[in-house]
């Protein structure tokens, strides 16, 4: 058995003794009170600039429930087509060494929509929609799985980072926190799954893949991490909350100084293992 067996097989091992019942496992308040933090402060998509700043204490607790609701909602739409694109590669010709680990990683998603609905549809009575941009084109051989794991990882890796800060933060409602608390127990599987599969395809295909291809999955990659923190500054949140001018809030605080250092920050570990492994060819401006 190679390593990469081993570590799909000791990952296995580690859903199966982890498994739990998405249903009997959390317990539910009647309501959540609205002006305490349900995101952690530093984490609010405003955080740092005048926008937030001149928000009362209460009001900021409002927004960081309404960013709680966009959090679990990107998190929905990114599970959805991550299940939709795990199921099409169950028992395909060649994943005959990751198929076992693609039904633990299908189940672990459904439950991690399972909290995210939950949540959001008890205390917000809505799921934000998707508002994420998907483009089609032509792929070569190998390109079109590899882009799949790829935005996977980029996805995941960013959603953790937030999973793991707002588990430990004692300020969150405690539903807030097992939330997120659960959500990352799986979720350091998927990731050690993701790093090790896309370093892996990647040392496979890049031999056969032209510079053109590289640059382009390159391209992509990058504009896909920059898609993704856009849906982090949703204007529907923002309006949730009762800010005003909810659509130039969002334009606004993108271009914002503290805000493009908060996504450096997070997404620093991300952008380290994709230039370390050639993948992305040159650092993305945030
Ligand atoms: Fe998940
Ligand atoms: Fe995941």
């Known amino acids: 058995m190679n390593t990469f067996e081993a570590s799909v097989e000791k990952l296995c091992s580690a859903s199966i003794k982890d498994y739990i019942n998405p249903y009997s496992y959390l317990e539910w308040p009647e309501k ?16 740092g600039t005048p926008f937030y700043d ?34 099409q590669r169950l028992y395909r010709k060649g ?5 076992p680990y693609i039904h633990h990683f299908l189940d672990e998603e459904n439950k991690h929509m399972i909290y995210f609905g939950g949540f959001c549809v008890r205390y917000a009575g809505k799921v934000y929609p998707d508002r994420k941009m998907v483009f089609t084109r032509e792929y070569e051989p190998g390109e079109d799985d590899f882009m799949f794991f790829g935005k996977v990882l980029i996805f995941e890796e960013i959603v953790d980072v937030y999973n793991k800060r707002m588990a430990k933060d004692e300020r969150l409602a405690p539903i807030v926190r097992q939330i997120n608390f659960l959500h990352h127990r799986d979720e350091s599987r998927h990731l050690a799954f993701g790093r090790l599969l896309v370093k892996n395809m990647y040392e496979r295909y890049s031999d056969v893949w032209s510079m053109d291809t590289r640059e382009r999955i390159s391209e992509y990659l990058k504009n896909y991490l920059q898609a993704t923190w856009k849906e982090y500054y949703n204007p529907a949140a923002y309006k ?47």
């Not at 005003?244 to 997404?267: G, I, N, P, Y």
């Open 54 to 87: 001149g928000l009362s204490t209460a009001e900021q607790q409002r927004l960081s429930f309404y960013e709680a609701i966009n959090f679990f909602s990107l998190n929905i739409h990114g599970e959805k087509s991550l299940i939709e694109g795990l199921a």
């Open 32 to 47: 959540i009170d609205t002006e305490q933090w349900s995101t952690t402060p530093e984490l609010i998509s405003l955080y």
């Open 240 to 286: 949730d909350a009762g800010l005003k001018d909810a659509f130039d809030v969002q334009e606004q605080a993108l271009q914002m100084q503290a805000t493009r250092k908060h996504r450096a920050e997070v997404s620093a570990g991300c952008i380290r293992f994709l230039m370390e492994n050639g993948i992305l060819l040159e650092q993305p401006q945030l």
């Open 95 to 99: 994943n005959d060494l990751v198929s």
